[in-house]
């Protein structure tokens, strides 16, 4: 399976804005948009340029790739299976993407950003109804027990992040239940509407494959 390469804050420099693609470091004002919040380029800051209704809907269909880490032929499937469902394809387009496993473990806050979770998904650290599952884009449904390895719970690094959770009082979405000291959880329901994620116009990615 395919993956992107390459420096992941020139994204958020294309896209025109901070897209949280780093993890801990798009906090900090060394991230590269914060520090140069203009198109990559060797000609320096020249601005964005006014787009086009194409531009526009091709700029939001960039973004949502860029968010989940996808790349285009993977993009087009998701899309290709939200029209086949009842409903807004925009809303299903989000709720199929937001039920990836990598994407279930960057929501429990184990991983800073999507990407982490991925690389400790295909690692094997995460056990679906007890087996060792080491997809990422694997679909969860309602009744899924999720559970994490005995060797990655007593790592440094959950350790660090169970303590982040408590100073932050982060919790996991609503529609997923986990015990962090436990290291295990249940997918209660598919997410909400309101639940999935913000700031994605979904109607000019629809009108962009629908040309």
Known sequence: ??????????????????????GDR??????AYTRRSYPPGK????????????GTQLREKQKLKALFGLMERQFVRYVSRATKFKGETGSKLLELLERRLDNVVYRLHIAASRAQARQIVSHGHVLVNGR??????LEVIT??????SNRFIKSSYYQ???QATRTLKTAPPPWVSFDYEGGTGAIERKPLA???????ETR???EYYSR
């Open 160 to 162: 660090e992040r169970i």
């Open 1 to 22: 399976m395919g993956r992107r390469l390459g420096p992941r804050s020139k994204i958020s420099r294309r896209i025109g804005e901070k897209l949280h693609l780093k």
């Open 194 to 200: 309101e639940e999935l994620e913000p700031g994605i």
């Open 43 to 54: 000609h320096g800051n020249k601005g964005y340029p006014r787009l086009t209704e194409y």
């Open 143 to 148: 009744g899924m027990i999720l559970s994490l």
């Open 26 to 31: 798009d906090l900090s004002a060394k991230h």
């Open 204 to 206: 000019l990615i629809v």
């Open 132 to 137: 060792r599952v080491n997809i990422p884009s």
